[in-house]
């Protein structure tokens, strides 16, 4: 357990140092986001990503058309000026694109983006699933993620305020930006939406702030909901608590904002520690294992490859310090700036709480036996404070953890039949 913790803060201080390094220039996430863009969309080129054998990163259309799989990328603006680019698979080789299909809509967990949701392909991810079933299918990307890492005034490499935003922000100006211009674009009265992690947080803070959305949202698959970080905490969980300040007060002192970008020299330490040919291997999938659940059944090992390839693909140290606030506090409120500022903001002395009375639209919730991240009492005590509960139920694998919902062996077998089977008779 020791040498796995070592690990970790040996990767972190590594990121850190490379980050803020202006002379590496493989450190730069917005180069890596445009050469990956250019060379997705190079028919002539062989589409890899450089020499590192098996290493292939693509963007979301190419990952897609590879597949025979229709797909878009639309550019929404939100009101206080973050670009976000954000995908559609819009039909099927089955079903083509047509108007008037009903919707459903992905977001992603912190440190992901819409490129996780596509990774396993047709025979195994939800997102084709749908599209195969007559879905629109549309993904979101959060600000500050590979996608979404730009702004109409504000540079993500020169300015601070650009990283001045948690997942309240990506539910309050984010979603809404999202949804009403799929609306808009299509339509349509409403959508399917389906949160992984940060996704589902982003649901309940986007409907206990603006109710008005509740009618917008048919159903809400949620997998893994993080709203809650009760008692028992497992020993990850425990490291965090402990050691959080400390890793926040590292990054911020050295004026860095930003963490976990998807950048070309993040990929190459990752592969080089978590590829088959590597002698740590064997250390990747002990850390993986230490920070969401232990597996090893529904674990693939050759997909580490292509996972660090596409995650982490980058967030705000807010966003992190959000979520711990709320783990130190045991409660789901907006974010703490301090007495100070918390009085100009919300004209009281602490955070206000997310009103969970407030959701009314319908959610079904999964949570995975295996998940230590976030533990299955938790889902259980968020599913007695939401009114409007469709069903709750553990993915159908003894052991599934919070990584399984992206990459696992039986994912469609154990999971998505089932969202699937539950859609239909719901929406
Ligand atoms: C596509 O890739 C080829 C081979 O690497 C290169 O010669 C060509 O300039 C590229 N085209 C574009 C439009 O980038
Ligand atoms: C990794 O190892 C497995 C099993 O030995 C093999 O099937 C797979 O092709 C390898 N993947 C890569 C990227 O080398
Ligand atoms: C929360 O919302 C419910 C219903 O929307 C309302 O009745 C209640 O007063 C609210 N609670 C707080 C603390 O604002």
New binding site residues.
């Given amino acids: 357990m020791n040498d796995i913790k070592s690990i970790l803060v040996l990767y972190l201080v590594y990121t850190l140092l490379i980050d803020v390094s202006p002379i590496f220039f493989e450190s730069r996430p917005d180069l890596f986001a445009r050469e990956r863009y ?1 060379r997705s969309r ?1 028919k ?2 062989e589409r890899s990503f450089d020499s590192i054998e098996g290493l292939k990163s693509l963007d979301f259309v190419a990952l897609v058309n590879r597949f025979g799989y229709p797909a878009e990328e639309h550019l929404v603006t939100t009101i206080d000026g973050y670009k976000l680019r954000i995908h559609r698979i819009p039909g099927s080789p089955s079903i083509p694109k047509a108007a008037k299909k009903p919707i459903a809509l992905f977001q992603h967990g912190i440190f992901a983006s819409s490129d996780l949701w596509i990774l396993s392909g047709p025979t195994k991810d939800l997102a084709y699933l749908l599209a195969d079933a007559g879905y629109d299918v549309w993904l979101s990307n959060a600000r500050g993620n590979t996608y979404s890492r730009s702004h109409t005034t504000l540079s993500p490499n020169r300015d601070q305020q650009f990283w001045q935003f948690s997942f309240h922000e990506i539910a309050v100006f984010d979603m809404t930006a999202v949804i009403d211009y799929i609306l808009q674009l299509t339509d349509q009265q409403s959508i399917v939406y389906i949160g992984h992690s940060m996704g589902t947080t982003i649901s309940y803070v986007l409907l206990s702030t603006k109710p008005e959305y509740n009618k917008k949202l048919k159903l809400i698959i949620s997998l893994s909901p993080v709203v809650y970080w009760h008692t028992p905490h497992s020993p990850m969980v425990k490291f965090v608590k402990k050691n959080f300040e400390a890793f926040k007060n590292f990054y911020i002192s050295s004026g860095t904002y930003e963490v976990f970008p998807l950048t070309k020299a993040n990929i190459k330490v990752l592969y080089s520690f978590c590829s088959n040919e590597s002698i740590l291997q064997q250390y990747c999938i002990k850390l993986i294992y230490y920070l969401f659940g232990y597996n090893p059944s529904q674990f693939i090992t050759s997909k580490l490859p292509t996972l660090v390839s596409y995650f982490p693909s980058g967030s705000s140290i807010q966003t992190l310090t959000h979520f711990y606030q709320n783990l130190i506090s045991d409660s789901f409120k907006m974010f703490d700036y301090g007495i100070i500022q918390n009085f100009a903001v919300y004209k009281q002395r602490e955070p206000p709480h997310y009103n969970l009375s407030n959701i009314v639209a319908p959610v079904a919730l999964f949570y995975g036996k295996g998940d230590t991240l976030i533990s299955p009492h938790n889902s259980i005590d968020l599913s007695k404070d939401l009114r409007n509960i469709v069903t709750i139920e553990p993915v159908k694998d003894e052991m599934f953890t919070h990584f399984d919902f992206l990459i696992s062996r039986d994912l469609k077998t154990v999971l998505n039949d089932r969202i699937l089977e539950i859609i239909s008779e719901v929406a």
């Fill in positions: 250019a190079n002539t080129t």
